[in-house]
């Protein structure tokens, strides 16, 4: 899909008109043309570089540690019972504990208290995570997510250039990649979820003959990300949302608030079949992926919260015809009400998270670039923008 939509930007790039490519031509002479006073060390532009790098770095360190490593967990924390307490009457030396008129624990009052999940708080995960692999087990299993995503990215692109594929097939290469490479995210599951292990990389692998569970959720949990990202996309070309802006100004032009108020709907259409499916779809597929991968777990492996692996796999027989169909389709009706909103609120959390480092790291980079000078880099990048677009043409720079 990345070098379909690449591909097409060149493509629309090199259909310019002349007078797009002689504004282009007039940018990229900006910095050269500016005149005494207002050259640009590169060294200068350092500092707004590394202040960009270190927000990327943190965006992608709290996108890996909350919607991976926090989220695996969450998905397969089974709810702790309810823990049932006593309640005596007060005892004192005139009276027995328990009065002799009485029936045998009549006086005996039972309360229930409800133990919440590790992961229902962020801060609780988060102690947890520390006492179990320190500082670093926030990021544990990066190195095989690493892997997987490497050689995911290998196989999808071998496959596509051998068979020739156009869009949709492209798709269907993506699909079979992550069913193929099923196993290794298994194994990054695994690394995320249980207590950390001195075996060897291939060890910690499951074997291939007790993987036949794995394929019916890998490829449900594959299509629906593929859906969740092209269905909406297929909306937004049916509605003709391309063509939005100019619609959009000849209503505003012609004082046609109906119009307007139809094109909003149009435009939220598309969000909303994201969001639709992303929660009816995505998330159970993804939960019951993960619990799947949680039942394989070797015996001598332990998930750091409490998993219920009896009460998924019950009497299934994986090895038999027809166990891994039932296996999954125990796992899809686990998902249930409680872990669905408790994902949806870290999955928020998230978000806000990484919105508010954004904000705060374009500030910081504001406030460097008005330091440095802001009129000087800025005809320093308009320039050096419009000579990679002229590059990507393929037209003459003057």
């Known amino acids: 899909m990345l070098s379909h939509i690449v591909k097409r930007g060149v493509a629309r790039l090199q259909a310019a008109s002349p007078e797009y490519i002689a504004k282009l031509q007039q940018d990229a002479e900006l910095y050269e043309n500016a005149g005494p006073g207002m050259e640009v060390n590169p060294q200068e532009a350092l500092p707004v570089l590394i202040t960009g790098l270190i927000v990327l770095l943190i965006l992608a360190s709290i996108r890996y540690t909350l919607g991976d490593v926090v989220a695996s967990l969450a998905m397969i924390e089974s709810s702790s019972p309810a823990i049932v307490e006593p309640k005596l009457p007060a005892y004192t030396d005139e009276e027995p504990l328990i009065p002799a008129d009485s029936e045998a624990g009549a006086d005996i009052e039972s309360t229930g208290t409800n133990v919440k999940p590790i992961t229902a708080r962020l801060s609780t995960t988060m102690r947890h995570l520390r006492s179990v692999g320190g500082f670093r087990a926030r990021w544990r299993g990066l190195g095989i997510s690493m892997l997987y995503h490497f050689a995911h990215t290998v196989l999808a692109s071998i496959l596509s250039r051998t068979l020739g594929v156009s869009l949709l097939g492209g ?228």
């Open 171 to 398: 798709v269907l290469v993506s699909i079979v990649s992550s069913v193929l490479l099923a196993r290794v995210h298994m194994l990054w599951t695994h690394t995320m979820i249980a207590y950390p292990t001195t075996k060897s990389f291939l060890h910690r692998m499951v074997p291939l003959k007790e993987c036949k569970p794995l394929l019916l959720p890998s490829l449900v949990f594959a299509a629906a990300q593929q859906a969740t990202f092209l269905l909406p996309l297929a909306v937004a070309v049916l509605l003709d949302l391309p063509s939005m802006p100019e619609h959009a100004l000849h209503a505003a032009q012609h004082d046609e608030p109906a119009k307007l108020a139809l094109l909003a709907l149009r435009i939220l259409a598309v969000p909303a079949t994201a969001a639709t499916l992303a929660l009816a779809v995505l998330l159970p597929a993804s939960i019951t992926l993960t619990r799947i991968e949680a039942a394989l777990l070797p015996a001598d492996a332990q998930p750091i919260v409490p998993f219920d692996r009896a009460a998924l796999v019950g009497s299934i027989d994986l090895a038999a015809r027809g166990g891994a169909t039932a296996l999954f389709a125990a796992a899809w009706r686990s998902v249930d009400r409680a872990v669905r909103l408790r994902l949806v609120k870290l999955y928020a959390k998230m978000v806000f998270a990484q919105l508010l480092l954004a904000v705060l790291g374009l500030q910081i980079m504001a406030a460097e670039v008005y330091v440095i000078g802001g009129e000087r880099l800025a005809i320093f990048f308009t320039s050096a923008r419009a000579q990679l677009e002229l590059m990507a043409i393929g037209a003459p720079q003057n």
